[in-house]
């Protein structure tokens, strides 16, 4: 308990608190932001490449270590989705497998096989930006945590929508 006279002293360590705090959240945001939008432009490029456009980056000690797009349909094989192409490169990059104390950032919340291949690789963080709507996962585990910034979520909805829509008409 305070003693009379320490309320104040209590208050203002709690205000500095909550501003450090909200500016912590502030600058932990803006760097979100900035790896997302590198994702975004790896999502971009599979785009033109007539590949679902999905991006993804890892970064490790504040520095870009990989970067990948999809190229599933170029490649013809079914696991090079662009979360498993950066994990693939930045494990020969670190010459390690294990990814502890990296970040992974993907324009959609990874499938349930990158799900499993991200937990093997023991990333520390994942933020995506669009919600996948065609798999079941397991949103309960807190590393999966989705980009708090409507504007980038958008995006990379709107443009992995406009593939499914091109598909469409090609199909008709
Ligand atoms: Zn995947």
Redesign the pocket.
């Known amino acids: 308990m305070a003693e009379p006279g320490q309320d104040w002293k209590i208050a203002a360590l709690m205000f500095l608190y909550l501003c450090a705090s909200f500016f912590l959240e502030l600058i932990r945001l803006k760097e979100d932001k900035y790896y997302m939008k590198i994702a975004y432009k790896e999502a971009e490029i599979a785009y033109k490449e007539n590949e679902i456009p999905i991006g993804a980056v890892i970064v490790c000690d504040g520095k870009v270590l990989s970067r990948a797009h999809n190229k599933r349909d170029s490649s013809n094989i079914v696991t090079r989705?662009a979360?498993i192409i950066a994990i693939e490169k930045a494990n020969k990059k670190k010459k390690n497998w294990r990814l502890n104390d990296c970040i992974l950032y993907t324009t959609l919340e990874?499938?349930n096989?990158?799900k499993e291949v991200i937990k093997s690789s023991k990333i520390s963080k994942i933020v995506y930006a669009a919600v996948s709507t065609n798999n079941n996962n397991d949103l309960t585990e807190n590393k999966f945590i989705q980009i708090k910034d409507k504007g980038i979520i958008e995006k990379s909805t709107i443009i992995i929508q406009n593939a499914f829509k091109q598909i469409r008409e090609k199909d008709k």
């Open positions: 989705h979360e990874p499938c096989m990158c």
